[in-house]
Each structure stands twice: as structure tokens, then as C-alpha cells.
């Protein structure tokens, strides 16, 4: 009997030794000031003298634009790498159930053969299209989301409620399991649009750009490190003074698109939110109107900030002395992190 107890007091010592080695490795980026990116190298920034000024994106304001589609992408580990983010005007990246977080994708595009993986639906994301006058492009969603989806007449394809019409705007490819397998193209989603009779000319409401010779204002920084509450969700940014981009990261290496090229942006804006649980499953409520914290970063800058957003008005970024904060040419990703959310820079 003394062996028996003896073996059953091992084996849980090993599982406690295991355990707690896992509860360190996830937890060891929220509770100590150890960055889970240390071991990337960052790109030499340094002054070598005068150089002309990099502008990434020179044709971004010239752009051809069309109504915009507001694509909902999963961004879990199974759903990497993604589709058509790289062709996106602009990206919102947002927390969901298990602390993953979840992307919508503002296109005027069209000219992308792929876009996805396609998922569902939250409250927030609807206002989100609806603010950048663009259709909503989902699979199926929260109660709250549909409901919300028909009281404000929003525009919209959903590939699990929307018919057949509308279902045939989007199609399952054969190498990876459901749900990451949904996908679209923009001119099978403008099609489909076409024939519903939506308005598909009406370009989506931009944010206030700067000109390519105009000074940028701001901090020096060129690391920037998102705790969203998932490991697999962590995000980091770091600024190539060369190219003029701020390169993504996740999952500790380079975020990279199905063609394998790394995701990158001019624009990164910080916005912190209000939030809560809405139920025992853990979805979430961010409270998208009022006005908050926000960080913008552009140029290897950061400006502090506040966010203001009224009803059916468009969000407003403006520094501590109330001036709007104009974005840098080229694309935007939008980070909402929910108040008190830990961003190192």
C-alpha cells in the first residue's frame, strides 16, 4: 500500500512539474516585462547620413477605388496563413472568445483572387463595415450580430444564410478542414453584389492622409508588442526604415500570406476599448462609441492619443491637444485591445 502511495505521489509531482512549466511558458509575456519577439533582430535603423525620404506606397491616394468589402478573417494558427490581407486598404484585428483574436478586412480592390478564411460575425465588426460604408462579407454569426445585421438594413453577404444566390460568391477549398476552408474572391463577391442590386461604386470613407513630402510628429519608436490574452494571438511590429513599413509579426516569426510574402503596413493604430463578457462562453462586447485611449504609430513615430466616435459618424484620431492625427500613405491596421491591455513601444 506505501508503494502504491509513493508511486501515485510521483507521478503527481511530474504532473505539477509539467504543469507548472506550461503555466510559465504561457503566461511569463503578461506578468513579467520578458518580450516573447526577443530573439527576432530588428532592422538597422540607424542615421547613416541624409537619404531621400522612402515613400512605400507612393500611388496609395491614386488608387482606383470601388465600394469596399468588409471580409471577416479568421486569424487563429489553423487559419494561417491568410489570404488578400496583403490588397486590404485597411485591417481591425480584435479580440474574441479565448482570447484569440479575429480580422476584418476592408477591400476596394478588385482585383483579388483569393480572400480568407471567411468566418462569422460579432456586434462590433457590424458597426465596423458599416462606419467604412462597406458590405459585409461573413458566415453566419452571433444572435446579437444578426439581429443587428437586420435593425440597421446593413449590407451584407452571409454564406450560411444568405441563399443560394448569395452562397455562390464563396466556395471550400480542398486542403484544409472546416471552418478554415471558406474562401471568395473579389469579383465573385461583386458579382454577386451586382445582381442583388447593392451599390458597388461608393469608395469606402477614408481616414485624413498626410502628405508624402509633409514632416511626420511623434516619438521615435520601432518595436511594438500587442498582449492580446491568447499566446498564439500575440502581435508584434517592427519598423524598416529602408522600406518605410512596419513589418508584422505573430507566433513569435513572420506573419506571412499564403504567397509567403510577410504582411506589412504604413499605419498602426492602437485603439483601447471598453468591454465585457456577455456570457459563460466568453464572448465580448466592445463598446465602439464614445471615446478612449489610442496610440498611432507611422513612420517609426508614435503620437498619444484620443478616439472619438459618435452614431453613424466616423471614428476620429486626434492628439492631446485635440488635432487630428493624419495617417501616413498606404495601409492601416486598426489594433482594438480592450482597456488595460499591455502594449510595449
Not at 287 to 305: A, N, P, Y
Amino acid at each position: 500500500m506505501r508503494g502504491k502511495y509513493i508511486k501515485w505521489a510521483a507521478v503527481c509531482l511530474v504532473l505539477s512539474i509539467i504543469t507548472g512549466a506550461a503555466a510559465y511558458y504561457v503566461l511569463k509575456p503578461y506578468f513579467f516585462k520578458a518580450n516573447p519577439f526577443q530573439h527576432l533582430s530588428k532592422p538597422n535603423n540607424q542615421e547613416t547620413g541624409e537619404s531621400p525620404k522612402v515613400v512605400p506606397f507612393p500611388d496609395w491616394k491614386e488608387r482606383t477605388r470601388q465600394r469596399g468589402v468588409a471580409v471577416v478573417i479568421d486569424n487563429t494558427v489553423e487559419a494561417r496563413p491568410q489570404s488578400g490581407l496583403d490588397q486590404a486598404e485597411v485591417v481591425v484585428e480584435f479580440p474574441v472568445e479565448g482570447g484569440l483574436t479575429r480580422l476584418l478586412a476592408i477591400m476596394s480592390d478588385d482585383n483579388i483572387e483569393l480572400v480568407g478564411p471567411i468566418r462569422s460575425a460579432r456586434p462590433y465588426i457590424v458597426y465596423l463595415a458599416q462606419e467604412y460604408n462597406s458590405i459585409l462579407v461573413h458566415a453566419g454569426g452571433s444572435d446579437e450580430a444578426l439581429e443587428l445585421i437586420a435593425k440597421e438594413k446593413i449590407d451584407h453577404l452571409d454564406e450560411i444564410l444568405g441563399g443560394v444566390q448569395v452562397g455562390a460568391a464563396f466556395w471550400r477549398v480542398p486542403d484544409r478542414p472546416k471552418p478554415y476552408n471558406l474562401y471568395a474572391s473579389s469579383d465573385s463577391l461583386r458579382r454577386v453584389g451586382n445582381n442583388l442590386k447593392m451599390n458597388m461604386t461608393t469608395p469606402p470613407t477614408q481616414h485624413p492622409v498626410l502628405e508624402p513630402d509633409a514632416e511626420v510628429e511623434g516619438e521615435s519608436t520601432d518595436d511594438i508588442t500587442i498582449y492580446y490574452p491568447n499566446r498564439t494571438s500575440l502581435v508584434r511590429y517592427l519598423f524598416n526604415k529602408d522600406a518605410g513599413i512596419y513589418e508584422r509579426y505573430m507566433e513569435e516569426k513572420p506573419h506571412l500570406t499564403a504567397k509567403g510574402e510577410q504582411i506589412a503596413t504604413a499605419n498602426i493604430i492602437v485603439r483601447f476599448v471598453p468591454f465585457r463578457c456577455v456570457d459563460g462562453d466568453g464572448h465580448l462586447q466592445l463598446i465602439m462609441h464614445g471615446e478612449g485611449k489610442t496610440l498611432v504609430f507611422r513612420d517609426g513615430k508614435v503620437v498619444e492619443g484620443l478616439w472619438k466616435k459618435a452614431p453613424n459618424q466616423f471614428t476620429k484620431y486626434t492628439d492631446k491637444n485635440g488635432k487630428t492625427i493624419p495617417l501616413v500613405q498606404g495601409p492601416t491596421w486598426i489594433e482594438l485591445v480592450p482597456n488595460g491591455t499591455r502594449i510595449d513601444y
